[in-house]
């Protein structure tokens, strides 16, 4: 079955450690999000890429590193400049613009989370 | 900017009964789309609906409905005769020509059997 894997499902980082977090698909789009959830907050975007070896700034991407080296791929580094890093993060996919005739914001595919917790 | 409100953070209602959620999306864009997501305990979103903004007509899914107003930038859904198994934080979206998608906060609703 085509979809996302997150790994791993839960991390425990020590402060000043940076952590990678690890997102692949095979359903064969181009665009991938990382998106991070805390309580109360909703889904705020870190970082996103529509095409191999480019991605962009999302809202929130102070503190964290992405790289798009591979279609399938997207991982995640959440490094020790992020002050808070405790949080529930989603990886998710889509169709690149303009694809098969969709125009506009197009349905995204998640995946299951990792959340991540800083002791 | 764009602005996604769900005013509700979290409903409580006993099975059977009809629910409605509420979203309101603030955006200057004259196209844009909007969606509903389900997020279960188990953490990962499940898309409910894509609907545009020249679409205005209700949208029925067996239980769920969804009901767009431009007028007043809603976008709010229903459940009719809901279930144990709805039981779950819902998300609304919306985005214009790319592919961003700006959520709002979430509404937690909680069926009771």
């Known amino acids: 079955d085509g979809g996302i894997t997150q790994s791993p499902k839960y991390l425990f980082r020590k402060e000043g450690q940076n952590v990678t977090l690890s997102c692949e698909q095979n359903?064969?789009?181009?665009?991938m999000y990382w998106y991070r959830q805390d309580p109360g907050q909703g889904l705020r975007l870190i970082y996103y890429?529509?095409?191999?070896?480019?991605?962009q700034k999302g809202d929130i991407a102070e503190g964290y590193s992405v790289s798009r080296e591979k279609k399938e791929s997207f991982p995640l580094t959440v490094t020790s400049a992020q002050k808070n890093p405790t949080a529930f993060y989603l990886c998710a996919s889509s169709i690149r613009l303009g694809t098969s005739g969709v125009s506009g914001a197009n349905v995204l595919t998640f995946g299951a989370g990792s959340r991540l917790t800083v002791l | 900017a764009q602005k996604v409100t769900q005013a509700q953070t979290e409903i409580s209602v006993v099975e059977k009964e009809d629910v409605t959620l509420d979203c309101v999306y603030e955006?200057?864009?004259?196209?844009?789309?909007l969606f509903w997501y389900k997020q279960p305990p188990s953490g990962e979103l499940v898309f409910l609906i894509r609907?545009?903004?020249?679409?205005?007509q209700n949208e029925i899914s067996g239980r769920y409905s969804w009901n767009f107003q431009k007028s007043t930038s809603s976008f709010n859904f229903t459940i009719t005769a809901s279930q144990v198994v709805d039981s779950a934080v819902y998300f609304c979206?919306?985005?214009?020509?790319?592919?961003?998608?700006?959520f709002g906060t979430g509404t937690l609703l909680a069926v009771q059997p």
């Open positions: 359903l064969n789009h181009d665009a």
């Open positions: 979206a919306g985005g214009g020509a790319t592919n961003k998608l700006i």
């Open positions: 609907r545009n903004s020249f679409d205005e």
């Open positions: 890429s529509q095409i191999v070896n480019d991605f």
């Open positions: 955006t200057r864009d004259t196209t844009y789309y």
